[in-house]
């Protein structure tokens, strides 16, 4: 399954940088996760691991929820910092199961205005993040989303067909500032398939 994540130790970093602040509440976290139709859903897992964290024998590393190894792991947050028009990509391979993915769903710190970043994959054509072109999580949308809302960092999925066999390409890039900020950082991507689910 595409679970190329990077290792506990720079999720934690991107977090303890500016990363989620969705409490409990706003998850749905009232002992059973809760999902909409933007949060990605692990057909074999749907349930929370409360176990504690994973552990995982060198010299494979954790990727996201589950050991792997270490050339599977995407490195994260993906920093898209600097000037306007910075570019940063991340390369991953996906089988021909994967590829089907209907949507890439998102993660994002310090997304606070419309049309700030735009996402590629692969030859396809540069999308431009608003609230018309994604599908965003209920909590944040219901606090603002993409136009200066409560959350720092927001949860939201985009429709593409341009995965495909072999190696891809997902770019990110950094589109404008509004004099202040000088980027987004990507915590956390994954692959969806039409229903929503894990790949």
């Known amino acids: 399954m595409f679970h190329r994540t990077a290792a506990v130790a720079l999720l934690s970093l991107s977090l303890a940088c500016g990363g989620d602040d969705t409490t409990e509440e706003d998850a749905g976290l009232d002992g059973a996760a809760t999902l909409d139709a933007s949060e990605p859903r692990d057909a074999s897992s749907d349930a929370r691991n409360d176990a504690g964290p994973i552990e995982c024998e060198a010299p494979r590393v954790v990727c996201a929820d589950r050991c792997c190894d270490p050339d599977e792991a995407i490195e994260l947050p993906v920093e ?118 894990d790949l």
């Open 80 to 197: 898209v910092l600097g000037a306007e028009g910075t570019v940063v990509e991340r390369r991953f391979e996906l089988s021909a199961d994967e590829a089907r993915a209907a949507f890439l769903w998102m993660q994002v710190n310090n997304l606070g205005y419309q049309n700030k970043a735009s996402v590629r994959v692969n030859e396809g054509a540069w999308v431009d993040l608003n609230h018309d072109t994604v599908e965003m999580h209920d909590a944040e949308r219901r606090r603002g989303g993409m136009v200066h809302g409560g959350h720092g960092t927001i949860r939201f999925r985009l429709a593409t067909t341009d995965f495909r066999q072999g190696e891809n390409v997902v770019a990110f890039r950094f589109n404008r500032s509004d004099g202040i900020s000088m980027g987004f950082r990507v915590v956390r991507f994954q692959l969806l398939d039409a229903d929503g689910r």
